[in-house]
């Protein structure tokens, strides 16, 4: 049942209920239950008690009531597609002149099976008269009028001329003139003329638009266009009105590619544009095809191959092939046979339309192979391409696997093998060894694309920040000036020009060299925008001058600073932050003093959400003693923010910094109170249970860590992937890798390499493995588990190939004890 | 309007250059400018993203199906068409006059216009 049809029913029940249908004084049972079953919309049941009450009494407001469920009913019928009934249903609430309870409905039930002089003779009724209900004149008027001009209905003559109803057949005779001229192919001022005949205000209105915009189309197609407009969409002439714009919007055979639906508003377009008749025959017959599926449409092409091009014919069929794969071998009967590469490509696309990934794969590689040989640019421009949809496959489909661990990366290399000079290639392979600490390819990948790419600013960026990454402050400056003397106003070249002057000017600072600092830091002042000044080097410098003994000045640059900063707890913080990260000597009570009064405010969202992003940065990583000392100073401060009301994604950098300094108890509050305010948001059980373990996974029991499990999938089903990550992470989190202590050196040989084994498998038990693959799928998981081993103790010891054995070994293990009891004893 | 691939957006072969594409779109985006027509240059410009170098000429024409060939076979047919030239036949205007009854007929029913 489409909407209007329930639009009908609803419109039925509520407009054919009337309240005051039975006088108090006639209200019977039977009465009450017909009312009743109208209300419910059950109206066969009360044409049954309706027929019932007329046997018993002739009541006028009985053969009303009966007249309004007949009606109801029939409406009910036509919303199931059931005409015929519905249609015999109203010819029982016929008056002596034929006119029905729902003429529109009667009319559409006539047209639906086919009776459209009927339809026109039955809609001709009302006109001039008013027996139509008031809600359906309008629309029954355009209704009749588009019948009248479909069914040339002519006007007998015997109504007064002077009549509405004389008037109306008037216009329907302009009508009918003005549309047959226009299909006779009169001149255009004839057509003007009778169309000046019809009247704006009639029925037979929206008739004169199109056909003055049909005359006008090819001399001012936007005048065309606007006389359009001015016809709804409910229009009785809306069909038409839809096959001239799109014969307007459609120049040069445009229309062919599959945006017109309608094989009517097709044949108006191909008929206006004059397409000879064999043609129109020919081309229908291949539209035809083509709305019937790919396989008639190859069949009709396979038919035509030797009357038409054949060329087109035959790579027309070709680009059919991967939808209708069974029909490979008649395809090379009829055109002979197709190349390997060809073929292996066809088969490729065919197996992602079923979808089988694992035969995709394998035909893409062999697709690729074919041309790997070749020497041409655009075959190698082809195999690039290939790897690449290899790579993007791979990353959304395990089964795409190949021979190799990490198969989407190892397809981007084998593409830029063939295709050096793709750069989002490159980028996304830096991206991928800078995520993967894999610092020999990032060194060999990164000095390849500066020579293939000096004057590309995203290949300079990735650089900079890998020199700064690694404190090489010289080479990540000249790169950084490299960028600005491409980009001179790129806001992100600048911003880490002054973050490695800072850098740099840190360094000089803790070695005692505030003089060579203070020089740094106004070389940095030279790239700072007007528009944007930085608060990190108005504090640096304000704080630096401080030691130099600049005083007042240095102090007023330090408090612009912090104001930048956003003053208050979270300005002073970051000053004291920095003044942490250069190991300042000075006395610190002015940062001391201005940081405890601040405190006096009340934190907000943004004030701590500021705290939390200065602390979540390399440099302040590497001085966490300090800042863990620092945090707990404005610790009272932020115990205050657990009564704002955080949300999950809002929080999640906060956590960050709790976990980072160690601050489980404040943790533990934050999410206590966040759960008591929000049941039903379960991310708050992670940071509850990070905060119970002291971020340590392996601390959690059984059902705990079946609980977050849960929660991960629930989040994932909900396409909350973000939250369903952290989960995640925490639950493969591996923070205890490094606190592999060193031996005293008396243990035999045989001892070590135990201890060593165990040491480097202790977090990857069984749970973990089994959660990996879960999430990753095997494949992926092998490749995880063998990074994770080559980075542990064992690493040091083991081959690629021994660390690759292993971690298959271990997913192996635990693929086939899945459905056992969960253990937590290794079983390697 | 609704398009199959870029290819035939265009109205170009596989082996169009960047040149021609160029022309095309320019062409194009004269014929329809994007104040006027705004979801016919979105589809236009999406062609445009998809052909202008010759990588991803080759990634719609190797990786994925195209219906150039088709849209030749189906041009061929319409290659002395000239814009509002003749007229159409009377059954195809009662026809749509009829569907178009019939639409009305239903009270919330309303034929989506381009």
């Known amino acids: 049942m489409n909407l209007g049809q329930v639009g009908r029913v609803r419109m039925g029940i509520s407009g054919v209920l009337q309240p005051d249908l039975f006088p108090e004084a006639t209200v019977t049972p039977h009465a009450t239950r017909a009312m009743e079953a109208m209300r419910l919309g059950n109206f066969r049941d009360a044409v049954k008690l309706f027929k019932q009450l007329l046997k018993q009494e002739s009541r006028p407001?009985?053969?009303?009531?009966?007249?309004?469920?007949?009606?109801?009913?029939?409406?009910?019928?036509?919303?199931?597609?059931?005409?015929?009934e519905a249609q015999i249903l109203l010819d029982n609430t016929a008056a002596p002149d034929g006119t029905v309870r729902d003429p529109l409905l009667y009319v559409q039930c006539l047209i639906k099976r086919g009776q459209h002089q009927k339809a026109a003779e039955h809609a001709l009724k009302y006109v001039g008269t008013s027996k139509a209900p008031a809600s359906q004149v309008s629309r029954l008027g355009e209704v009749t009028a588009a019948l009248s001009l479909a069914a040339s209905i002519r006007w007998d003559g015997t109504t007064d001329q002077q009549s509405e109803r004389g008037r109306w057949f008037e216009q329907a005779s302009a009508a009918q003139q003005a549309l047959a001229a226009w299909l006779e192919g009169k001149p255009h001022e004839e057509i003007d003329r009778l169309l000046a005949r019809i009247s704006l205000r009639s029925d037979f209105k929206a008739l004169r638009l199109i056909l003055k915009a049909l005359i006008s189309a090819a001399g001012d197609p936007d005048r065309a266009r606007q006389l359009?407009?001015?016809?709804?969409?409910?229009?009785?002439?809306?069909?038409?009105?839809?096959?001239?714009?799109?014969?307007?919007?459609?120049?040069?055979?445009?229309?062919?590619?599959?945006?017109?639906?309608?094989s009517r508003v097709r044949s108006f377009?191909?008929?206006?544009?004059?397409?000879?008749?064999?043609?129109?025959?020919?081309?229908?017959?291949?539209?035809?095809?083509?709305?019937?599926?790919?396989?008639?449409?190859?069949?009709?092409?396979?038919?035509?191959?030797?009357?038409?091009?054949?060329?087109?014919?035959?790579?027309?069929?070709?680009?059919?092939?991967?939808?209708?794969?069974?029909?490979?071998?008649?395809?090379?009967?009829?055109?002979?046979?197709?190349?390997?590469?060809?073929?292996?490509?066809?088969?490729?696309?065919?197996?992602?339309?079923?979808?089988?990934?694992?035969?995709?794969?394998?035909?893409?590689?062999?697709?690729?192979?074919?041309?790997?040989?070749?020497?041409?640019?655009?075959?190698?421009?082809?195999?690039?391409?290939?790897?690449?949809?290899?790579?993007?496959?791979?990353?959304?489909?395990?089964?795409?696997?190949?021979?190799?661990?990490?198969?989407?990366?190892?397809?981007?290399?084998?593409?830029?093998?063939?295709?050096?000079?793709?750069?989002?290639?490159?980028?996304?392979?830096?991206?991928?060894?800078?995520?993967?600490?894999?610092?020999?390819?990032?060194?060999?990948?990164?000095?390849?694309?500066?020579?293939?790419?000096?004057?590309?600013?995203?290949?300079?960026?990735?650089?900079?920040?890998?020199a700064a990454a690694r404190k090489d402050l010289n080479r990540a400056m000249d790169l950084a000036h490299q960028l600005l003397a491409l980009d001179p106003i790129n806001p992100l070249a600048r911003r880490r020009v002054i973050d490695l002057r800072i850098s740099r000017a840190h360094e000089l600072m803790r070695?005692?060299?505030?003089?060579?600092?203070?020089?740094?830091?106004?070389?940095?002042?030279?790239?700072?925008?007007?528009h944007a000044p930085s608060f990190a080097l108005r504090i640096n410098q304000g704080l630096v001058g401080l030691q130099v003994g600049e005083g007042q000045e240095a102090e007023a640059r330090l408090r612009e600073g912090v104001d930048l900063a956003g003053g208050g707890v979270c300005g002073w913080f970051r000053a004291a932050l920095e003044d942490v990260l250069m190991h300042g000597r000075g006395d610190g009570s002015l940062l001391r003093r201005e940081l405890a009064d601040a405190q006096k405010t009340p934190p907000t969202k943004e004030a701590i959400l500021s705290i939390a992003s200065a602390t979540d940065g390399e440099r302040t990583r590497e001085n966490m003693g300090s800042v863990v000392r620092l945090v707990s100073r404005i610790r009272g401060w932020l115990t205050k923010g657990i009564s704002l009301d955080w949300s999950v994604a809002e929080f999640q950098p906060v956590a960050k910094m709790f976990r980072q300094v160690k601050d489980y108890r404040l943790l533990a509050n934050y999410s206590k109170r966040a759960l008591d305010r929000r049941?039903?948001?379960?991310?708050?059980?992670?940071?509850?249970?990070?905060?119970?373990?002291?971020?340590?996974?392996?601390?959690?029991?059984?059902?705990?860590?079946?609980?977050?499990v849960a929660i991960a999938e629930h989040a994932s089903a909900r396409d909350r992937f973000r939250d369903a990550k952290l989960i995640w992470d925490f639950l493969e989190s591996d923070e205890n890798f490094e606190q592999v202590e060193d031996g005293d050196g008396d243990w035999d040989f045989e001892e070590r390499i135990n201890d060593l084994m165990e040491a480097s498998v202790r977090d990857l038990s069984p749970e973990r493995i089994r959660r990996i693959v879960a999430k990753h799928g095997e494949v992926e998981a092998i490749a995880i588990i063998t990074k994770k081993l080559q980075k542990s103790v064992l690493g040091?010891?083991?081959?690629?190939?021994?660390?690759?054995?292993?971690?298959?070994?271990?997913?192996?293990?635990?693929?086939?004890?899945?459905?056992?009891?969960?253990s937590r004893e290794f079983p390697w | 309007m609704v398009t199959t691939d870029p290819f035939t957006t265009f109205g170009v072969d596989e082996f169009a250059d960047d040149q021609e594409i160029k022309r095309r779109y320019l062409a194009l985006v004269r014929a329809f400018p994007p104040d006027r027509e705004p979801e016919r240059f979105q589809v236009y410009r999406a062609a445009f993203e998809a052909l202008c170098d010759e990588r991803k000429r080759l990634q719609a024409s190797v990786?994925?199906?195209?219906?150039?060939?088709?849209?030749?076979?189906?041009?061929?047919?319409?290659?002395?068409?000239?814009?509002?030239?003749?007229?159409?036949?009377?059954?195809?205007?009662?026809?749509?006059?009829?569907?178009?009854?019939?639409?009305?007929?239903?009270?919330?029913?309303?034929?989506?216009?381009?």
């Open chain 1, 61 to 84: 407001e009985w053969s009303e009531g009966l007249a309004q469920a007949y009606a109801a009913r029939a409406s009910q019928l036509a919303a199931k597609g059931m005409f015929e």
């Open chain 1, 228 to 262: 359009m407009d001015a016809i709804p969409e409910q229009s009785a002439f809306a069909s038409l009105r839809l096959a001239v714009e799109a014969a307007l919007a459609a120049p040069a055979g445009e229309f062919l590619q599959g945006g017109i639906q309608s």
């Open chain 1, 269 to 466: 377009v191909l008929q206006v544009n004059g397409v000879a008749d064999r043609e129109f025959q020919s081309l229908t017959e291949l539209l035809k095809a083509e709305s019937d599926g790919p396989g008639s449409l190859f069949s009709l092409l396979l038919k035509q191959a030797e009357t038409r091009s054949a060329a087109d014919v035959r790579n027309a069929c070709l680009n059919l092939l991967p939808r209708v794969p069974d029909r490979l071998s008649r395809f090379e009967k009829t055109f002979g046979p197709l190349s390997e590469f060809d073929k292996s490509r066809v088969l490729a696309m065919a197996a992602e339309a079923r979808p089988d990934w694992s035969a995709a794969g394998r035909h893409w590689r062999v697709a690729a192979q074919c041309l790997e040989n070749s020497h041409t640019q655009r075959a190698k421009l082809s195999v690039g391409v290939i790897y690449r949809h290899l790579a993007e496959l791979a990353d959304r489909h395990q089964e795409i696997g190949g021979n190799e661990d990490g198969p989407a990366v190892a397809y981007l290399e084998r593409s830029r093998s063939f295709d050096p000079d793709h750069l989002p290639t490159v980028l996304r392979l830096i991206a991928h060894y800078r995520a993967t600490d894999e610092v020999e390819d990032l060194n060999r990948l990164l000095k390849e694309a500066l020579e293939l790419f000096p004057r590309e600013a995203a290949v300079l960026l990735q650089a900079l920040d890998w």
């Open chain 1, 511 to 530: 070695s005692k060299r505030a003089d060579q600092a203070c020089k740094e830091l106004a070389e940095a002042c030279k790239v700072e925008l007007p």
């Open chain 1, 679 to 708: 049941p039903g948001e379960t991310m708050w059980r992670l940071y509850q249970l990070v905060a119970r373990t002291k971020g340590d996974c392996d601390k959690l029991s059984e059902p705990e860590a079946r609980e977050l």
């Open chain 1, 796 to 822: 040091v010891v083991l081959r690629d190939e021994g660390a690759r054995k292993l971690a298959k070994e271990m997913v192996d293990n635990v693929v086939a004890s899945s459905g056992r009891r969960h």
């Open chain 2, 63 to 114: 990786i994925k199906v195209n219906n150039v060939a088709l849209s030749r076979l189906k041009l061929r047919h319409v290659a002395s068409a000239k814009p509002f030239s003749a007229r159409a036949s009377k059954a195809t205007v009662c026809a749509l006059l009829i569907e178009g009854a019939a639409h009305a007929c239903s009270p919330q029913v309303s034929i989506p216009l381009t």
